[in-house]
């Protein structure tokens, strides 16, 4: 059962976001700079604050070894974690650019909002 309990979930949310996007949004979002800018922040964040939390010398944050991969890195941090920040931080922006996108039409066509 390695890695079933938390990896598989993991690997499975990026997956759906990726074809998500590419088979119903089709948003665009991946080509601009400005989303792996917010990516680049978003992990800033991550790795330190996860970095504490999941340390193996101290843990706040314990997983049970048979439901993850083992691999952590760096400081420690199961790259399971990344992959859900990943799905998470994704999904929402995609959403946001969906809305904005929908938003923006009746103005394109000249029509009162």
Known sequence: ????????????????????????????????????????IVLGFQIPVDGLLTRLDEPVVRYAAEHFSGVRFPWDIPVEDFLFGFSLVTSVLLLWERQRRAEARPQEAGEPR
């Open 1 to 40: 059962m390695i890695g079933i309990g938390y990896t598989l979930p993991a690997v499975l949310s990026v997956l759906i976001v990726l074809v998500w996007e590419a088979a119903m949004l089709r948003t665009g979002l991946f080509g601009k700079p400005s989303y792996w800018l917010t990516l680049a």
